[in-house]
């Protein structure tokens, strides 16, 4: 059963990962092309309202390698015309949360280490 708590702590948590995200597309601006930088930030942004309507996450812990791998990945397919390999997707993904944790010390080592293991079997 979800509670209002719940549901306040998951709203917080999304709101926090989107300002970390505008951050991000901001960086990212300073390496890549403007329609790299623009595409990476609209994938970060839906993998983030992905995880905020799917999965009312309500901080990084929870998070786990299967939704930022394959539950978003199919989604994304489903919502998008243009689509991206599945391992450029975990790139993205992977270099956001890199990001946030340099910058922001918020850390999953369980995500990252499935990220890590992920690219080593691809």
């Known amino acids: 059963m979800t509670t209002s708590a719940h549901i306040h702590a998951s709203a917080s948590f999304y709101q926090r990962m989107m ?28 993998f983030l309202k992905f995880l905020w309507q799917q ?39 992977k270099s956001f949360f890199t990001f946030v944790h340099l910058n922001h010390a918020v850390r999953s080592a369980k995500l990252m280490k499935g990220f890590e293991q992920r690219a080593k079997s691809d």
């Open 19 to 46: 300002g970390y995200a505008d951050e991000y597309g901001a960086h990212v601006l300073l390496h890549k092309s403007d329609g790299s930088a623009i595409a990476q930030s609209m994938i970060i942004r839906q």
């Open 55 to 93: 999965h009312a996450i309500t901080n990084l812990q929870q998070v786990t390698v299967s939704m930022a791998n394959s539950q978003f990945y199919a989604k994304y397919k489903q919502m998008n015309d243009s689509i991206i390999s599945s391992t450029e997707m975990k790139n993205i993904l």
